[in-house]
């Protein structure tokens, strides 16, 4: 297996006003693997993922990302972020447009591709998240799990080198969950790096490469599916991931 | 006998119906029908509006309407944008230009520009490219204010979503932010219309040739020339209602498509 760095992170920190929501955060992710990002809410997972695509501005450590210093002051960031998709929690469709229209925008416009190559491209990924009968639906039209099916198809219209998925299912109905998490075990057997907050601990123990437990800001414990879940060290791992299974069962 | 609630509830409303059917009828009854029908709508006098009317002053005030929002909707995306700009000095002009020409009284506005220019910069404008001006900018003053709240309604999932596709910023403004503010202000905007469309009447202030006169000053004139009363502007108020009322109903039609 390769190991290629695809994002470095160093002593990432993060305040919003007198909060601090990162503090000091080390993790490095290899090209082709799938990280998972667990732990309470407010332990700062989310924000540590918009950091990477600078969503969120850090207020100090570096971050690369794809070979691009994304904190260095000459970063293009537009350039960067095309080759990153990134998944919301809500979907974030855009409204006004087709589902076709919303994964051919970016291609003419960013990528500068032709409407008829931007919609091939366009319904192969529709193809692949199963939803190529739809692309002249609305997006107010989809359930909840086929819009985040779209966003998936959108995002990788644009061949991202690396995703990122921010609790891609919580906002989902639980009969829907399993087709969104369907496609990302697809994508993670196809050897795309991904980088996941989520609740879903099965899913990670069963796709992830890697696991990261978090909490107030900072990483407490990291290592395979199989240590950080099957065998948590800490604490506060272990509170965690039994309150989660129980909430579960 | 007591009444249940809803009882009590549709007497109640039963009475204010007879109420307001009481008022229509005595307002009907008291009214001077012979001398009200010869002055404000007397049919020799309404056949000799026509067609100049229509065909220049229904006209002229559908154009001036156009012109100023033409000028209003182009500068009020401008001013909304800069209000919301993550750059101040941007944000403090916008806010200074619209409490300034949203508090002046647009007659004002509309002096200013056609002798306030002139004494200042010895320049004599064209009418109607006066007429732009002070209805346009008055009106983006109002427009800004509107498409600023849409912008800002628009969720800001949105804008992260285009930006991670790698859109520049003024790409998401264009392409996924301004047409779903558009959308959301809708009838906000066609209230604007409405209100520019009896704005235009003050062109009258300009002084003007008698192709170049609108519902408003047509209607005044008629009265001095036909000297009978208030019949022109009757008539010139009948047409003003030809114009907002199917813009209502245009608006109405077009939201509720942009619902579904």
């Not at chain 1, 998972?36 to 700062?44: A, F, R, Y």
């Not at chain 1, 589902?99 to 091939?120: I, Y």
């Not at chain 1, 359930?143 to 989902?172: H, K, W, Y």
């Not at chain 1, 890697?210 to 800490?234: K, L, T, W, Y």
Request: net charge neutral; hydrophobic share 45%.
């Amino acid at each position: 297996m390769t190991s290629t760095p695809a994002v470095t992170i160093k002593n990432l920190h993060k305040s919003y006003g007198s909060n601090p929501v990162l503090k000091g955060i080390d993790l490095t992710v290899d090209s082709g693997q799938v990280l998972c990002l667990i732990g309470p809410s407010g332990s700062g997972k989310s924000t540590l993922l918009r950091c990477i695509n600078l969503l969120e501005t850090p207020d100090s450590g570096s971050i690369q990302a794809l070979g691009q210093e994304m904190t260095s002051p000459d970063i293009d960031l537009d350039a960067a972020r095309r080759q990153m998709g990134m998944v919301f929690q809500h979907f974030n469709l855009f409204p006004h447009l087709t589902v076709l229209e919303n994964c051919t925008l970016a291609q003419r416009k960013v990528l500068g591709r032709s409407a008829q190559e931007a919609q091939k491209i366009a319904l192969d990924n529709l193809a692949k998240v199963g939803l190529a009968d739809y692309a002249q639906r609305k997006p107010s039209q989809l359930s909840g799990g086929q819009a985040q099916r779209v966003a998936i198809a959108r995002a990788l219209s644009m061949n991202p080198s690396l995703m990122l998925f921010d609790e891609p299912t919580s906002a989902l109905d639980p009969e829907t969950v399993g087709d969104v998490l369907d496609i990302m075990r697809q994508l993670a057997a196809e050897g795309m790096t991904m980088i996941l907050v989520t609740h879903e601990i099965s899913f990670a123990q069963q796709v992830a490469d890697r696991v990261v437990f978090m909490a107030d800001g900072q990483i407490v414990e990291e290592g395979s599916a199989q240590q950080v879940i099957g065998n948590p060290q800490h604490e506060r791992t272990k509170t965690f991931l039994s309150r989660l299974l129980h909430q579960v069962n | 006998m007591a009444l249940t609630v809803r009882q009590k509830q549709t007497y109640f409303r039963y009475t204010q119906y007879a109420l307001l059917a009481a008022l229509a009828l005595a307002l009907i009854l008291l009214a001077d029908w012979p001398t009200l029908i010869d002055k404000a709508f007397n049919p020799q006098i309404i056949a000799q509006q026509f067609p100049q009317i229509i065909t220049v002053a229904l006209k002229n005030t559908l154009i001036y309407t156009a012109l100023g929002f033409i000028l209003g909707l182009s500068a009020g995306t401008l001013l909304a944008l800069m209000k919301i700009s993550s750059i101040a000095p941007y944000r403090w002009l916008a806010t200074a230009y619209i409490e300034l020409f949203r508090g002046l009284p647009a007659l004002l506005v509309f002096l200013a520009f056609g002798y306030g220019l002139p004494l200042a910069f010895g320049l004599r404008l064209d009418n109607y490219l006066t007429v732009m001006l002070a209805l346009g900018m008055v009106s983006a003053a109002y427009i800004g204010e509107v498409l600023r709240a849409g912008l800002e309604a628009v969720p800001h999932g949105q804008y992260e979503a285009a930006r991670c596709l790698g859109m520049s910023h003024s790409r998401a403004m264009i392409s996924i932010i301004i047409p779903q503010a558009f959308k959301i202000v809708l009838p906000a905007l066609t209230n604007e219309v409405i209100l520019l469309t009896k704005d235009s009447s003050l062109v009258y202030l300009l002084g003007m040739s008698l192709a170049q006169y609108e519902l408003t000053k047509f209607g005044r004139e008629g009265i001095t020339t036909t000297g009978a009363g208030l019949t022109p502007l009757v008539l010139a108020g009948a047409c003003y209602l030809i114009i907002t009322i199917p813009l209502g109903i245009l608006a109405r039609r077009i939201e509720k498509k942009a619902k579904a």
